[in-house]
């Protein structure tokens, strides 16, 4: 189970930080993503990781600003957000996949590789 915390409404230009807590091992994947789902309706990825060699995947319009990162020790997996603006504004997602093994995360972007997803927070910039 994945549980996403800490979003909020913020002034453009603001910064917040989401957290997605599991309720197991975070590591027991390849990948972690985070997505978000906008008022257009459309889910897209935003930063991925894998797991076990840390690449770092963003989408490119929040390259620069977004930061994806994890801690293994709390089972937990953040999305700092700086500089937001009000094209940030949408519901955010953690999700993980259950793959055995892999050394990239190509398809990071793709909901279908991912086979658990969190509820999702929602962020506001405005």
């Known amino acids: 189970q994945l549980v996403e915390s800490g979003g909020g409404s913020v002034q453009v230009g603001g910064s917040l930080r989401l957290t997605c807590t599991a309720s197991g091992n975070i590591d027991s994947g390849v990948c972690l993503g985070w997505f978000r789902q906008g008022p257009s309706g459309g889910r897209e990825g935003v930063a991925g990781i894998l797991i076990h060699g840390g690449n770092l995947y963003y989408a490119d319009s929040v390259k620069g600003r977004f930061t994806i990162s994890k801690d293994n020790v709390k089972n937990t997996l953040y999305l700092q957000m700086n500089n937001l603006k009000p094209e940030d504004t949408a519901m955010y997602y953690c999700?993980?996949?259950?793959?055995?093994?892999?050394?990239?995360?190509?398809?990071?972007?793709?909901?279908?590789?991912?086979?658990?997803w969190g509820q999702g927070t929602q962020v506001t910039v405005s």
């Open positions: 999700a993980a996949d259950q793959e055995i093994f892999g050394v990239a995360c190509p398809n990071w972007a793709k909901q279908d590789r991912y086979g658990l």
